[in-house]
T-cell receptor
Framework: IAGITQAPTSQILAAGRRMTLRCTQD?????MYWYRQDLGLGLRLIHY???????GKGEVPDGYSVSRANTDDFPLTLASAVPSQTSVYFC?????????????FGPGTRLTVL | GQNIDQPTEMTATEGAIVQINCTYQ??????LFWYQQHAGEAPTFLSY??LDGLEEKGRFSSFLSRSKGYSYLLLKELQMKDSASYLC??????????WGAGTKLIIKP
């Protein structure tokens, strides 16, 4: 089934630990995105990639890094997790970046940092 | 700054009609999206408006007024499965989506 997968589904992490959230899409979309969703707030863009080999910073990039080595994968890394990074993380993709193409979302990763 | 406002929560009765409003102030405008998000699930696309007026798609319709910075999502013949959060998002001048916090819609029998 075509779509976006994320792993892990949920994770409890000690503060200071390094963590990579995985995202893979099989729709051959050029653009991919990482958002965080917190109660009472809208989705906030962390990082994005308009095409393989390029990445850009979103609204809340501090403490996070990404890479886009190929079209399908877009991992998000927390170098040294802090409790304020407790959130639900969604990966999304769209056919083209820098456009109004519809974004399709993965199922999310629920991360708790203690 | 950029701002999207939606009511936090609304309640409606099965079979009725409900209108969810969204007002926005953004740096540039390249269209407005509505997404549906069931609890614990991913957002899914409902509609996109870039021109003024009403777009109808089955039981769901979306309206846009660019001069007023205003949109609404109209849901008709409400069903229990429509209980969800409805997210309004605006594509800004950089084609990045600015999201509202969402409106939680509760449907009662």
């Amino acid at each position: 089934i075509a779509g976006i997968t994320q792993a892990p589904t949920s994770q409890i992490l000690a503060a200071g630990r390094r963590m990579t959230l995985r995202c893979t899409q099989d729709m051959r979309h050029n653009a991919m995105y990482w958002y965080r969703q917190d109660l009472g707030l809208g989705l906030r863009l962390i990082h994005y990639s308009n095409t393989a080999g390029t990445t850009g910073k979103g609204e809340v990039p501090d403490g996070y890094s990404v890479s886009r080595a190929n079209t399908d994968d877009f991992p998000l890394t927390l170098a040294s997790a802090v409790p304020s990074q407790t959130s639900v993380y969604f990966c999304a993709s769209s056919d083209q970046g820098g456009s109004t193409d519809t974004q399709y979302f993965g199922p999310g990763t629920r991360l708790t940092v203690l | 700054g950029q701002n999207i406002d939606q009511p936090t929560e609304m309640t409606a009765t099965e079979g009725a009609i409900v209108q969810i409003n969204c007002t926005y102030q953004t740096s540039g405008f390249n269209g407005l999206f509505w997404y549906q998000q069931h609890a614990g699930e991913a957002p899914t696309f409902l509609s996109y408006n870039v021109l003024d007026g009403l777009e109808e798609k089955g039981r769901f319709s979306s309206f846009l007024s660019r001069s007023k910075g205003y949109s609404y999502l109209l849901l008709k013949e409400l069903q229990m499965k429509d209980s969800a959060s409805y997210l309004c998002a605006v594509s800004d001048s950089n084609y990045q989506l600015i999201w509202g916090a969402g409106t939680k819609l509760i449907i009662k029998p």
